[in-house]
Structures are given as structure tokens and as C-alpha cells.
Nanobody, 125 residues
């Protein structure tokens, strides 16, 4: 059974930092692109970041570029999202996702191969 379990979301003040974690099980972790999506209240799903199988390449939405950093540790089957200089508009439920297609993670309109239950990030002004 595939599971992606996110953690680390909480309430934080604007300008603060958070690190989200996503622990994967039931998949060959090193065979998947891993990514983070977010969904704010009343809005659609938004791509935030993705990372290649090896971790050597990373991809970011313009809205988070320079503030967020995605990384992965294959030995722990875990992907992270370090979020700095947080803004109120970063408030959303953040979802971890796995897919064999980078295009699907970045631009796909259908669900990725696997995704987690989400973790709430709230940034107060």
C-alpha cells in the first residue's frame, strides 16, 4: 500500500520559516519525481516545487522561487520543503506528490500517481 505522509505544517508569522516533510512508503522512491502542491481556500491546486529522481534537478513555481527549497533523502524515503520568508498568501494545505512524469507534476490537470492527505500551513500577517 502506497502512503505519502506529510508533516510540519502549523501557524507561523509572516517572514518566518517552516520545513515540511513527506515520508513515502510502498513505492520505489528513487523511481519517482517528487513534488509539492498547495491549495488555498477557494482556489485550485497550485504546483509549488518538484525534484528529480536523483535530487540533482529542482523546479519551482515563480511564486515560491528564491524562498522555498525542495530536497530529498533517498535513504529515508523522504522529501522536504524548506519554506523561508513566508507570506500570508502562502497559506494553504500543502500536499506531497509522486509521479513518474515531471510534466504531470508541473502542469498536469489530473491527479498525480500518488499524493498525501496534506498538511495545513497558515501564515499570519
Amino acid at each position: 500500500q502506497v502512503q505519502l505522509v506529510e508533516s510540519g505544517g502549523r501557524l507561523v508569522q509572516a517572514g518566518g520559516s517552516l520545513r515540511l516533510s513527506c515520508a513515502a512508503s510502498g513505492i520505489t522512491f528513487s523511481s519517482y519525481y517528487m513534488g509539492w502542491f498547495r491549495q488555498a481556500p477557494g482556489k485550485g491546486r497550485e504546483f509549488a516545487a518538484a525534484i528529480s529522481w536523483s535530487g540533482g534537478s529542482t523546479y519551482y513555481a515563480d511564486s515560491v522561487k528564491g524562498r522555498f527549497t525542495i530536497s530529498r533523502v533517498t535513504a529515508k524515503n523522504t522529501v522536504y520543503l524548506q519554506m523561508n520568508s513566508l507570506k500570508p498568501e502562502d497559506t494553504a494545505v500543502y500536499y506531497c506528490a509522486a509521479d513518474t512524469s515531471l510534466y504531470q507534476l508541473q502542469f498536469g490537470t489530473t491527479n498525480p500517481d500518488y499524493w498525501g492527505q496534506g498538511t495545513q500551513v497558515t501564515v499570519s500577517s
